[in-house]
């Protein structure tokens, strides 16, 4: 395509392609974060429990079939919500959980990655999904005072036991994954990465090598790129759509083992981030966005 394409059609996640996890199956690309559907600072409860509920489940009937949580979202506030919307879940949707950080207080987050605490959150988190095996259960920061091994041990134990069905891992670096490799298969990994901050871009290279699902985390960030006259600001004139469908389509045509959660407690804002999925964006205007940070 010569020009980028706008999406003036009902927002669809099944519009941004599909991804095959490891150990798991199919998922569409665009899928979902459930972190801001807690309190302020991911603490306790959100403002209102119905409107999270009405969010998590215009997602999966916009075609998110793939939603990614934590035990430290509230804490255990997101995961029980994911249940209250949803369960029975419907056939083919995917959740994504971790484990790894515990929590003090708003905006809190400690490293706990003694394989007994990790052993008793993912029993935690099997009873408040109301699941018998997690689809995908990923450490969510390897903890610098525990052996990694015993970490990844721990892991490979759970996988083997039926208890998670893959594994991921979060916030890693090359070495970590090349690591991980040798003691359990990694199905995903999940990093920060987004238009204005690509410092593992060495990460998703090597997730693409190996075919490891890349899960960027703030996704939608675009900084200085969406001042008025910025480049993303430029597409998103042009094209009709947000800043935030820009930066959410550059990332699906960045690489195709890129799945994109983005996050909000919204429902509104929730359908104009799934509106990036049926934004086309042409070669100049991908040079354009990765040139410019």
Known sequence: MTDSTP???????????VFEIPGVGPVHRLGYGAMRITGPGIWGEPADRG????????????????????????????????REALHPYPEGLVIATKAGLTRTGPDQWHPVGRPEYLRQQCELSLRRLGVEAIDLFQLHRIDPQV????????????????????????QVSVEDIRAASSI????????????????????????AEEGIGFIPWAPVSAGEL???????????QRTGA?????????????????????GTGSVGHLEDNLGAAGLELSEQDMSSLTGAA
Do not use: M
Request: hydrophobic letters at 40%; charged letters at 30%.
């Open 226 to 236: 969406a001042r008025p006259g910025g480049p993303v600001d430029e597409v998103a």
């Open 51 to 82: 409107t999270a509920r009405d969010v998590v489940r215009r997602a999966v009937e916009l075609g998110v079939d793939f939603i990614d949580t934590a035990d430290s979202y509230g804490p255990e506030v997101s995961e029980q919500i994911l």
């Open 242 to 262: 947000s800043a935030s469908q820009v930066a959410l389509a550059w990332l699906l045509r960045l690489s195709p083992v890129i799945l994109p959660i983005p």
């Open 147 to 170: 052996d990694r091994d015993d970490q990844l041990g721990l892991l490979r134990d759970l996988l083997d036991e039926g208890k998670v069905r893959a594994v991921g891992l979060s």
């Open 184 to 207: 359990v298969d990694v199905a995903t990994v999940q990093n920060r990465f987004n238009l204005t901050d690509r410092t593992d871009a060495d990460v998703l290279e090597h997730c």
């Open 7 to 17: 999406s003036t059609q009902t927002p669809d996640a099944r519009r941004s392609g």
